[in-house]
């Protein structure tokens, strides 16, 4: 069992930046591949950022690459994104995702834990 918790939201200006960081309990964090999803109002929850076990592989959303960066700290139990660039299109709450590929963290339906979201809002 995994328990994700995310912090860092917050409101923030266009061409802003914001951390998120998702702090994961369990001994068998490091086993596991990460992930960042996100989900505007009236939208699915989409895809947005995922890090493999090691941290030596990472996959972006085209929307996203070049501005977001995914990072974990196995020895914290902690992944993070960092946002900058933002835009108002990011508004959206974002959620903490485990599972336990890379092959299966990059689609809702095969995650495996959920943490419970962290608002982002981004003004224009």
């Known amino acids: 069992q995994v328990q994700l918790v995310e912090s860092g939201g917050g409101l923030v200006q266009a061409g802003g930046s914001l951390r998120l960081s998702c702090a994961a309990s369990g001994r068998t964090f490091s086993s596991y591949a990460m992930g960042w999803f996100r989900q505007a109002p009236g939208k699915e929850r989409e895809f947005v950022a995922a890090i493999s076990w090691s941290g030596g592989s990472t996959y972006y959303a085209d929307s996203v690459k070049g501005r977001f960066t995914i990072s974990r700290d196995n020895a914290k139990n902690t992944v993070y994104l960092q946002m900058n660039s933002l835009k108002p299109e990011d508004t959206a709450v974002y959620y903490c995702?485990?599972?336990?590929?890379?092959?299966?963290?990059?689609?809702?339906?095969?995650?495996?834990?959920w943490g419970q979201g962290t608002q982002v809002t981004v003004s224009s």
């Open positions: 995702a485990a599972a336990s590929t890379m092959f299966t963290i990059v689609d809702v339906a095969t995650t495996d834990y």
